[in-house]
C-alpha cells in the first residue's frame, strides 16, 4: 500500500445523519493502523477555508460510534461555491500539510469535492451519510437504516391512537425526490397506502383505495406520504380533499421531520460507517482518488464521483408490487 499521503482530513457537510460518528471514527482508527496522520475538519468545507482543523487520533473518537449528529459539526459553504474561496481551501490544506480528503455527505458534498479535486488536483474520497438513499452507487447510505427505524417506531405508536378513535392519519416522512423511507417504511409498518414521487397514484386514485379498505372493514388507516410526493401541494391538501369526500374518517397530519436524521445509529449503519472509512482510507492511499465508496451486493465497492452524482438511485419495483399486494 502506497505510503505517498502522509496526512488525510476527514469532514462533514449538508444535512447530519446517522452513522456520521462511526464514519469518522472509522477514518481516524484506519488512519492510525496505518501510521497516517489524521485531522479533524470543523463545520465542512467553510472549516477549510477558516483552518479550522484539529489533530485526531484513536483515542480522540472514543465513546462516538453510537451518537448521531456529528461531533465535527456541519455547514453550507457559500464562499466555497466560488474559484477565490476553493483557492483559499487549497492554501489552508496545503498549510496544514494535509494531502488527502474524506468527504462524509451527500451531492452537494460530493459535488464541491469533485470541483475543487480537478481544480488543484487534489486526491479526495466520499463517503455517502444522508437518510434519504438517494446517491447512485450504493444500495445504502449512512443513516438510511436508522431513519427507517425511526419512522417504522412512529407510526406503530401513531397506528395506536389511529386505530383508538376510526382515524385516518397522513404521516410525512422526508424524501423531497425520492420514495425510499416512506416505500420501505410503509411496508414495515404495514401502512394502508404509500405515496412516493416516483409514483402518480393520483387524488381519485386514493381515494377509491381509501373506501376500499374501509369497505374492507378497516377503522383505520395509515398513509406513508413521502415529502415530494406530486399528488397534492402538500401533505394538509391531501387532508383537505379526503375530509370532503370521506366523511366517515376523522383525518389526521402528523409530520415526523427532523426527528427522522437524530437517534443513535442503528447496528447495520455502525457497521456500515464501518467498513466505509476503511476502503475510504485505504483508497486513498493506494492512490486513488474522485471516487465515492458504496455498498453493492454487499461488498465495497468503488463509483466515480461524477457518477454518484449525476446518476439517480432507483426505487425498488419488486417492494412497490409488494406494497401493493400488502395493502389488499
Known amino acids: 500500500m502506497s505510503k505517498n499521503i502522509k496526512k488525510i482530513g476527514v469532514l462533514t457537510s449538508g444535512g447530519d445523519s446517522p ?16 501510521n497516517v496522520e489524521c485531522v479533524g475538519i470543523y463545520r465542512g468545507y467553510q472549516g477549510i477555508i477558516e ?10 473518537v472514543k465513546g462516538i460510534i453510537n451518537k448521531g449528529g456529528t461531533v465535527l459539526k456541519s455547514a453550507r459553504s457559500k464562499d466555497f461555491m466560488t474559484k477565490e474561496g476553493r483557492k483559499l481551501a487549497h492554501e489552508k490544506l496545503i498549510e496544514a500539510g494535509i494531502q488527502g480528503l ?26 455517502p451519510g444522508t437518510i434519504d438513499n438517494d446517491i447512485y452507487g450504493t ?21 395506536d391512537t389511529a386505530s383508538s378513535h376510526n382515524r385516518l392519519f397522513f404521516v410525512e416522512v422526508m424524501g423531497r425526490d425520492v420514495g425510499h423511507i416512506a416505500l420501505n417504511a410503509g411496508v414495515g409498518a404495514g401502512a394502508e397506502e404509500i405515496l412516493i414521487p416516483e409514483e402518480d397514484l393520483g387524488l381519485e386514485r386514493l381515494l377509491e383505495s381509501l373506501k376500499r379498505s374501509k369497505q374492507s372493514g378497516k377503522s383505520s388507516s395509515i398513509v406513508v406520504v413521502a415529502e415530494g410526493d406530486k399528488i397534492g401541494k402538500n401533505v394538509f391538501e ?26 443513535s ?21 493506494e492512490g486513488k482518488t474522485n471516487y465515492m465508496v458504496g455498498l453493492i451486493n454487499d461488498e465495497m465497492a468503488l463509483t466515480p464521483i461524477d457518477k454518484a452524482v449525476k446518476g439517480k438511485s432507483k426505487i425498488n419495483k419488486e417492494l412497490l408490487r409488494v406494497s401493493d399486494i400488502m395493502t389488499t
Open 139 to 159: 444500495t445504502h447510505t449512512l443513516g438510511f437504516d436508522t431513519a427507517l427505524n425511526t419512522v417504522v417506531d412512529c407510526i406503530d405508536k401513531i397506528r
Open 51 to 60: 483552518g479550522d482543523f484539529k489533530p485526531m487520533d484513536a483515542r480522540s
Open 102 to 127: 474524506v468527504l462524509i455527505g451527500g451531492d452537494g458534498t460530493f459535488t464541491g469535492g469533485m470541483v475543487f479535486s480537478k481544480e488543484f488536483g487534489f486526491p479526495v474520497m466520499g463517503i
Open 238 to 263: 391531501l387532508k383537505d380533499y379526503v375530509d370532503a369526500n370521506m366523511s366517515e374518517y376523522e383525518v389526521r397530519v402528523s409530520v415526523l421531520g427532523h426527528m427522522q436524521r437524530g437517534g
Open 19 to 34: 452513522g456520521m460518528n462511526a464514519a469518522i471514527r472509522s477514518v481516524v482508527r484506519t488512519c492510525a493502523y496505518h
Open 265 to 285: 445509529p442503528s447496528c447495520f449503519d455502525r457497521v456500515l460507517a464501518s467498513r466505509m472509512g476503511v476502503k475510504a482510507v485505504e483508497s486513498l492511499l
